[in-house]
C-alpha cells in the first residue's frame, strides 16, 4: 500500500508533531507533505521525505506562516495525490482540506478544529502588525472565504479520528 503523510507545517514542536512522528514510525517510507518546514525541522527530521509546498519560498524570506494564510487553499491545491492508497492527514488547520483522488482514502487526524477561523473573534487584532491594521477590512474578507472553503473542502475527508471528545463535539 503507498502511503502519504499530510501536515499543516513543521514550524514548532507541540502535540500534533509528536503525533506526525508516531505516523511516521507506521509508515517509515511515506512521504511527508506539509506547507512550510523550517530550518530546524529540516535537520531534525533529516532522515524523512519532506516535500514542501511552494509556500516555501516565501517562507524562506518571511518565516511568519500566518500570514501565508490566503495563499494556503492555492498551495494544497497544487499537491498531486495521484498513485496513493492512503492519505493520512493530521492537522490543525488546514491539512485536512486536501484533495484526493476518488479511489484514494483520505483519513484525517483532527488535532482541533481551525479555531482562529471559527472560535477566535480577536485573531486578527492579535496577529496583524500595526502598520497592516489598515488591511483589516481586506483581511477579514479573506477569513470569511477562507472559512467557507475550510467548511466545504473538510466535506471531502473520508475519515474524522478526533484526539479527543471537546475536539469531536466541535
Not at 13 to 26: D, I, P
Not at 69 to 97: M, Q, T
Not at 141 to 147: G, N, Q, S, T, Y
Request: aromatic share 16%.
Amino acid at each position: 500500500m503507498k502511503v502519504a503523510l499530510v501536515h499543516d507545517s513543521l514550524t514548532q514542536l507541540g502535540g500534533a508533531e509528536r503525533v506526525l512522528g508516531t505516523l511516521h514510525e507506521m509508515y517509515p517510507s511515506a512521504p511527508v507533505y506539509v506547507l512550510v518546514c523550517s530550518r530546524e525541522f529540516r535537520q531534525k527530521f533529516r532522515a524523512w521525505d519532506i516535500r514542501t509546498s511552494w509556500l516555501q519560498f516565501f517562507y524562506n524570506f518571511f518565516p511568519r506562516f500566518q500570514y501565508l494564510f490566503p495563499l494556503i487553499p492555492l498551495a494544497l491545491k497544487s499537491w498531486n495525490f495521484r498513485g496513493y492508497d492512503l492519505v493520512v492527514s493530521s492537522s490543525s488547520s488546514f491539512a485536512k482540506n486536501i484533495s484526493v483522488p476518488k479511489g484514494v482514502c483520505h483519513i484525517n487526524y483532527c488535532h482541533t478544529p481551525t479555531r482562529f477561523l471559527w472560535l477566535d473573534r480577536d485573531y486578527l487584532s492579535q496577529e496583524l502588525p500595526g502598520f497592516l491594521k489598515l488591511f483589516a477590512p481586506v483581511a477579514r474578507l479573506m477569513l470569511i472565504f477562507l472559512k467557507h472553503w475550510d467548511f466545504k473542502s473538510a466535506q471531502r475527508v473520508g475519515v474524522f479520528v478526533a484526539n479527543s471528545e471537546e475536539v469531536r463535539a466541535e
